[in-house]
């Protein structure tokens, strides 16, 4: 049983930056891999960012060089800074986490958890 809490996602200008976070309540959080996906209206959902248990990173080729993704296995937190943001990236963000870290990264079948969900709006 593992609860993931997004935080951090509000009203940007295009341009600005915003730090989304993922509390998970497992003390295991050190052995999932952490994913980021986010999905606008009418959207599938879609791969953003991930990090594994080994702290390999993976991202979307739209976001590279603009999103990082990190975590603090401590606080058991996962974080997607986010910079230079553009109106494309409004969506919702959720995280999610893998327990066994068997399919691709960006596969949402891997995903065994989600968070609820966080609003990123940019405005142009």
């Known amino acids: 049983q593992v609860q993931l809490v997004e935080s951090g996602g509000g009203l940007v200008q295009a341009g600005g930056s915003l730090r989304l976070s993922c509390a998970a309540s497992?003390?295991?959080?050190?052995?999932?891999?952490m994913g980021w996906f986010r999905q606008a209206p009418g959207k599938e959902r879609e791969f953003v960012a991930a990090?594994?248990?080994?702290?390999?990173?993976y991202y979307l080729d739209s976001v590279k060089g603009r999103f990082t993704v990190s975590r603090d296995n401590a606080k058991n937190t996962a974080d997607l800074q986010m910079n230079s943001l553009k109106a494309e990236d409004t969506a919702v963000y959720y995280c999610a986490a893998d327990i066994h870290g068997i399919r691709a990264a960006s596969n949402t079948r891997k995903y065994d958890y989600w968070g609820r969900g966080t609003q990123v709006t940019v405005s142009s």
């Open positions: 990090i594994t248990r080994s702290g390999g990173t």
């Open positions: 497992a003390r295991t959080f050190s052995t999932f891999d």
